[in-house]
């Protein structure tokens, strides 16, 4: 495992790139917009890996392919068990958005009321998560 100890060496490292199949951006775009917000130039975003799902990402930074962004949910267990780091404390806001959704008769019926109460609940109390470098 190699230690980064600031933004500016990811220019030496191997990008791991997460790409969905259906998105409609370059396979780097996630690096790009997380290069912007931290403004860090030449960092090497067309080369390195590519995965269609945030599990393999992390499971290719866990094999030691190269560096990765993370859902920090999703990765939590593995940096707690020191399977991965976070090099450096940049945790970018995750851009994703997630909706409850019902039609109008749905909504009416009591499990379907539960579960949306129970949902919007949980959504209030929890913290909004990041996407970390691993």
């Keep these: 495992m190699i230690l ?7 220019r030496n490292c191997e990008l791991i790139h997460e ?3 259906a998105a409609n951006t ?11 917000w931290a403004g860090i130039t030449g ?6 890996y590519s ?9 290719a930074a866990k094999q030691g392919l190269g560096v990765a962004l993370g859902r920090e949910w999703l990765v939590r267990e593995a ?4 399977e991965l780091i976070v090099p450096f404390n940049l945790v970018f806001p995750a851009p994703q958005t997630y909706y409850v959704v019902s039609t109008h008769k749905g909504i009416q019926r ?14 209030r109390h929890s913290k909004p998560y990041g996407n970390v470098v691993l």
């Excluded at 009591?110 to 959504?123: C, M, Q, S, T, Y």
């Design 4 to 10: 980064i100890e600031n933004p500016e060496a990811l």
């Design 79 to 82: 940096l707690q068990k020191k």
């Design 51 to 59: 995965f269609d799902r945030a599990e393999l990402t992390a499971i």
């Design 19 to 21: 790409h969905p199949e």
């Design 26 to 36: 370059p396979f780097y775009a996630g690096w790009e917009i997380w290069a912007n």
């Design 110 to 123: 009591p499990k379907v009321r539960l579960f949306h109460d129970w949902i919007l609940e949980k959504a």
């Design 43 to 48: 960092l090497p975003l067309q080369s390195g």
